[in-house]
């Protein structure tokens, strides 16, 4: 991060500018808080496709506490934009700590209630069907939480220590947890459908219109007739088999 080379390289040992806000710290909250309401508008989503698009109460639940960490984290960049000083930060620690709150909340839910439909639609005596969904609900888990206790942690040290800047060092990279997370479910996707050898093949062009089945059973009714014909008039070019070892010897050559 640029800051981090303004305080610590271009201006060491320079104790007034540390006091000062770098405008590349407000963008990386605004970015983060950004982040992370898309990411939980996404997950949203994909609860609503995995309820059967009839489940609308918890989708609006998440996204309407995302949307409130949203406003906190926005609310607090615009107040520590307007006083430009870190000494500022502590009095409006509350307006972090609700936003974390929220997007605990959010993040919890999300993974708790995908968890809980992945897990539902198991035992239904499909075999690669519970193996695919207890794949998905590995990953769930393993990519929820993630973002779970980097938000926990940051919650913890801002309530904790509220004079220090110990909660940067989780909320900063919570960003990118959230994307990987989001990449990650969708790229799981492509290995999963991989992995699934049960696939059924239809073929499209035998899906044509009545008329186009219509002929196809007449010329081939018509090539049964004429194959029946056909061995009609064999059987009559040959004379009767006596004995059961030529009609066996017959038999065979039929099969063949």
Known sequence: MYSMWYYLIEHYGNPIVILAI??????????????E???????????????????????????LFGLVALVGGIAYVVL??????????????????????????????IASSMTYLLLKGRNRGLKSTDNLLRKLVTYTISTGLLTVICTLMALILAQVYQHTF???????????????SMLAFLNVRDSLRGNNNNMISVNLRATGSSRDR??????????????????????????AFNTPEDATVQTIHHAV
């Open 80 to 109: 520590i934009s307007k006083n430009g000083s870190l000494l500022y930060l502590p009095k409006i620690t509350w307006l972090l700590l609700s936003a974390f709150s929220f997007s605990l909340v959010a993040d919890f839910l």
């Open 214 to 239: 219509s002929m196809h059973d007449f010329s081939s009714s018509s090539e049964d007739r004429s194959k029946i014909e056909q061995s009609q008039k064999t059987s009559n070019a040959f004379p």
């Open 22 to 35: 770098h405008w590349t710290l407000t963008m990386s909250i605004s970015a983060t808080a950004v982040i």
């Open 166 to 180: 110990y909660d940067v060092m989780f909320y900063f990279p919570l960003s990118k947890c959230y994307i990987n």
């Open 37 to 63: 309401f898309l990411v939980k508008v996404f997950y949203a989503y994909r609860l609503w496709i995995l309820g059967g698009r009839k489940l609308y109460f918890l989708p609006g639940i998440i996204i």
